[in-house]
């Protein structure tokens, strides 16, 4: 899980890059910056613990899917909530990362039933 985390961070940062290049005005600097500099690399690390979590458990077709989900109902949210909300959306991925949390706590503890 860490190094699917650490891959989608490094994208992140990446594609936070080139979206701050085609942005010209201050306010959209700002915004873009709390939008995706927060939201998006939140939501790519998110994902990618998702799915390292489900490859782990044997079922990487179901993390595959429920990463995509995610990712694309953040998407559909940012586009269609009004500017002021925005700011909820990155909380809905919060929600999500207390949920991951949990994940990594499943993962550390020993299974019984498989041989180590």
Same mark, same amino acid.
Do not use: C
């Given at each position: 899980?860490? !190094?699917?985390?650490?891959?989608?961070?490094?994208?992140?940062?990446?594609?936070?890059?080139?979206?701050?290049?085609?942005?010209?005005?201050?306010?959209?600097?700002?915004?873009?910056?709390?939008?995706?500099?927060?939201?998006?690399?939140?939501?790519?690390?998110?994902?990618?613990?998702?799915?390292?979590? !489900?490859?782990?458990?044997?079922? &990487?077709?179901?993390?595959?899917?429920?990463?995509?989900?995610?990712?694309?109902?953040?998407? !559909?949210?940012?586009?269609?909530?009004?500017?002021?909300?925005?700011? !909820?959306?990155?909380?809905?991925?919060?929600?999500?990362?207390?949920?991951?949390?949990?994940?990594?706590?499943?993962?550390?503890? &020993?299974? &019984?039933?498989?041989?180590?």
């Amino acid at each position: 899980m860490i !190094y699917m985390i650490t891959a989608a961070l490094g994208f992140a940062a990446v594609e936070n890059v080139f979206t701050l290049f085609n942005v010209l005005e201050l306010h959209q600097v700002v915004e873009t910056t709390i939008i995706r500099g927060i939201g998006a690399t939140l939501l790519h690390a998110l994902a990618a613990g998702i799915l390292a979590f !489900y490859w782990m458990r044997k079922r &990487p077709l179901f993390g595959l899917v429920n990463a995509a989900l995610l990712h694309a109902s953040f998407n !559909y949210l940012i586009l269609r909530v009004e500017d002021d909300a925005k700011i !909820y959306v990155t909380l809905i991925l919060v929600v999500v990362a207390l949920f991951l949390f949990r994940d990594f706590e499943i993962i550390k503890k &020993p299974n &019984p039933g498989r041989a180590t």
